[in-house]
């Protein structure tokens, strides 16, 4: 189960950059026609889906400490953690210093200083920046210029969840949703070795999100579902 929801959330966080897609809200119907299918985007130069982030064999795109067959290019950015700032006290679980993981991936376009054609035979010669789109889905936000990046003020990612030290935490075997096919998941298959990463709470191809949300895994709003249901997953409050 665990390995099924790292596959399905391996991609980039949403980004709604297709003419058709401009909102970036999921169908829950999967990855084509969803905000990550950039397969109709001119800059896309083979017309795929997958290949704006994965490659089947290695091109030396991926340094080996990637995974995933990744095919994008990554931010050398370096970043101030929420876990570095004045919230310090506010984190129970070991954070690690710079983004890792699925997140460190989702920042590749993310974060505003890749190109979102960053990919392929492409790498290094990108000029098209998620801010080309929607200045909205750019994470810090458009006002975060330069090349340090300040994530201290956005949800902590690349921190182990660690409900052990916050008892303000459910454990994770709390049940987190539950699949297509009635199979239900918990805190603990969204987690990315133990860590929470963007992917625990948005599901970037698009197979389980909620429907009108940005691939949110649950409703987080009574339009969609329960007031404040993703946060409540995981914050016993």
Known sequence: MKKLLSIISVAVMAVGL???????????AGIVNSPHDLSTEAWNF???????CHVPHDHG???GDVGLLWNHGLSSATYLMYAEDTHTNF???????EPTGISKLCLGCHDGTVAIDDFDNNIGLGTTMISDYN???????????GTDKNLSNTHPISVFYDNQSDPGLNPPTHVMGTLAGGQTY???DVLDGGKVQ????????????????????????????VASGLCLTCHNK
């Open 61 to 63: 795109r991926n340094t």
């Open 198 to 225: 963007c992917s625990s709470c948005h599901d970037v191809h698009d197979e389980e999100a909620v429907p009108g949300t940005h691939l949110l895994r649950v409703p987080n709003n009574i339009a969609t579902g």
């Open 18 to 28: 297709t003419a058709t897609l401009s909102f970036a809200n999921g169908s829950g």
């Open 46 to 52: 083979r017309g795929e889906i997958c290949r704006v």
């Open 91 to 97: 984190i129970d679980g070991a954070a690690d210093p």
């Open 186 to 188: 918990t805190i603990d």
């Open 135 to 145: 200045a909205g889905y750019q994470v810090p936000g458009i006002a975060d210029v």
